[in-house]
């Protein structure tokens, strides 16, 4: 069963990130963005950073699956998130943008064999240029937020639309570049809905804000510098409480959430954003329901 109408109902399934045999064989390891410029985490960091978050979440009732070991050839399976998405009771499963994720996907397989085949309910885009990622796609009250960014286009926005476009409001958000001087790599590092109607938003990411956002959420902004730790890349298990990082960086804003009326559960994650993606990155929702 797959469901998922919103980011921030109650979290039941979840596919975390895998830490095991990350960049096991150093001859496959590709530098994808500009965090990993600045270098890549030890395997034993991630190891005791992801433990600690896979627990909190079983410790909530959260489903934790964790994917399959691929191959050397992909050398990073940390951040499932852009690898598909439950959009309503479908599965679309992305295009990737970058060769060394490209069969990441198939670490997921064995996690999509069960969802019932009455209809098609997984999408698959129809041509190999229409590249989309999961961390550009927000599903919330009835919009479809999607990003053209660093790893999604015109035609992966075009596709979406087609899709999806009679069941739900597919709202296209243009992503600044880093042409522009602004490193967003995907959506969910500028933008994300928590609680019952607030959100996280960078706004200097964005080209416009599109009205379906200024309209609808309660926001709170985040600079530059928290923009850069990730700061709005928090995991919502429920409309009252989510997980976001330790940092000292972040910390002002997990204030700002939890005057909201919001739990906010600090970890200690330092590795994970070191490749580009934290909490949100790092995992794939199969099934939010209350
Ligand atoms: N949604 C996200 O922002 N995901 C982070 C992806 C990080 C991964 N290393 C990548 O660059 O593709």
């Known amino acids: 069963m797959i469901k998922q109408y919103s980011e921030t109902e109650q979290l ?87 060769r060394s994720r490209r069969y990441e996907a198939a670490g997921i397989f064995p996690y999509l064999q069960n969802i019932p085949s009455d209809s098609q309910r997984i999408i698959l885009p129809d041509s190999p240029t229409c590249l989309i990622e999961g961390g550009d796609i927000i599903i919330d009250k009835g919009n479809i937020y999607v990003a053209v960014s660093q790893r999604t286009n015109r035609e992966g926005v075009e596709f979406l639309k087609q899709r999806f476009g009679s069941e739900f ?70 409309q009252q409480k989510l997980i976001s990082r330790d940092h000292e960086v972040c910390k002002p804003v997990n204030e700002l959430i939890r005057k909201r009326g919001i739990e906010v559960v600090e970890l200690t994650f330092d590795a994970a954003p070191a490749t580009g993606g934290s909490f949100r990155c790092c995992t794939l929702p199969l099934l939010r329901e209350a």
């Open 169 to 238: 409001n597919v709202v296209p958000v243009e992503a600044q570049t880093l042409a522009d001087g602004e490193n967003v790599l995907h959506l969910d590092c500028m933008f994300n809905p928590i609680g019952k109607n607030a959100a996280l938003i960078y706004e200097a990411g964005f080209k416009t804000i599109p009205k379906e956002i200024t309209d609808t959420y309660d926001l709170i902004s985040v600079t530059k510098a928290q923009q850069q730790e990730l700061a709005t890349n928090v995991l919502s298990l429920s």
């Open 12 to 98: 039941r399934k979840v596919i975390v990130g895998r830490y095991e045999n990350y960049a096991a064989a150093q001859a496959y390891v590709e530098v994808v963005n500009e965090d990993q410029k600045n270098g890549l985490p030890q395997q034993e960091q991630l190891k005791k950073e992801f433990k600690a978050f896979r627990q909190v979440l079983a410790d909530a009732g959260v489903e934790v699956l964790v994917p399959a070991y691929v191959a050397p050839f992909v050398y990073d399976q940390l951040t499932p998130r852009d690898l598909g998405m439950v959009i309503g009771e479908k599965f679309l499963l992305c295009t990737m943008a970058k």
